[in-house]
Every structure is written in structure tokens, then in C-alpha cells.
């Protein structure tokens, strides 16, 4: 049974950080493209990094670029989003996702985790 586990979530004040986890298991992780997706209320769901089986050239969508890094743990079955300079408009739903391509990731994942709560508030 293919599971990801998103946690790390939480409320900070704008400017600060958080680190998002994300914990594969049912499938052959190290084999899978993985990437993070958010969707805020009323909003459609938005790519926001995406990295390939190992780890080299992240992708970032144009809100994430300079702020955020996403990274991998094969050995671990682990995906990670360091999250820096939270802005109001981060605020989501933040999803972890698996796609053996990184075409289809960005497009339309296989496996989705259930997600994590972001809260941005001063």
C-alpha cells in the first residue's frame, strides 16, 4: 500500500521558517520522481518544487524560487521542503507527490499524500 506521510506543518509569523517531511513507503521511492503541491482555499492547486530520482536539478515554481528547497533522503524514503521567508500568500495545504517522470509530476501525480497545514499569521 503506497503511503506519504506529509508533517512539519504549523503557524509562523511572516519571515519565518518551516521544514515540511514527507514519508514514502509501498513503493520504490528512489525510483520515483517527488515533488511538493500546495492549495489554498478557493484556489486552484499549485506545483511548487519538484526534483528527480536523484535529487539533481530542483525545479521550482516562480513563488517558491529563492525561498524554498526541496530535497531527498533515498536512504531515508524521505522528502523534505525547507521553507524560508514565509510570505502571506503561502498559506496552504502543502502536499507531497510521486510520478515516475518529472513531466507527469507536474502535471498530474499517481500518489499524493493527505497534506500539511501552513499558516502564515502575525
Known amino acids: 500500500q503506497v503511503q506519504l506521510v506529509e508533517s512539519g506543518g504549523g503557524s509562523v509569523q511572516p519571515g519565518g521558517s518551516l521544514r515540511l517531511s514527507c514519508a514514502a513507503s509501498?513503493?520504490?521511492?528512489?525510483?520515483?520522481?517527488m515533488g511538493w503541491f500546495r492549495q489554498a482555499p478557493g484556489k486552484e492547486r499549485e506545483g511548487v518544487a519538484a526534483?528527480?530520482?536523484?535529487?539533481?536539478?530542483?525545479s521550482y515554481a516562480a513563488s517558491a524560487k529563492g525561498r524554498f528547497t526541496i530535497s531527498r533522503d533515498n536512504a531515508k524514503n524521505t522528502l523534505y521542503l525547507q521553507m524560508n521567508s514565509l510570505e502571506p500568500e503561502d498559506p496552504a495545504m502543502y502536499y507531497c507527490?510521486?510520478?515516475?517522470?518529472?513531466?507527469?509530476?507536474?502535471?498530474?501525480?499517481?500518489?499524493w499524500g493527505q497534506g500539511t497545514q501552513v499558516t502564515v499569521s502575525s
Open positions: 507527490a510521486a510520478d515516475r517522470t518529472l513531466k507527469d509530476l507536474w502535471v498530474d501525480p499517481h500518489y
Open positions: 509501498g513503493f520504490s521511492y528512489s525510483d520515483y520522481c
Open positions: 526534483m528527480y530520482t536523484t535529487g539533481v536539478s530542483p
